[in-house]
């Protein structure tokens, strides 16, 4: 690899801001603040959805129809059961 053209890949804590989550990984991406971590102090990164908030990791996902759209398949074909 040539020197000085790749990002610094280190140590960084994700912080979901919903749940207040941490995950420790390594990431090339910029740090807006630090948090202090088993007393190691590491860059910091807020995100807004993780596996521990997302709707599909934690199964409390649900069926949103707002046009209607279910309830017309289920008159035209019928419900099987």
Do not use: C, W
């Amino acid at each position: 690899m040539k020197p000085g053209i790749h990002p610094e890949y280190r140590e960084v804590v994700f912080q979901d801001i919903s749940t207040g989550t941490t995950f420790l990984t390594r990431s090339t991406a910029k740090a807006n603040g630090t948090i202090e971590l088993n007393g190691k102090e590491y860059p910091l990164i807020r995100v807004e959805i993780s596996s521990a908030s997302h709707p599909f990791y934690t199964g409390k996902q649900t069926l949103v129809d707002t046009e209607g759209r279910v309830e017309k398949f289920r008159q035209k074909y019928g419900v099987r059961k």
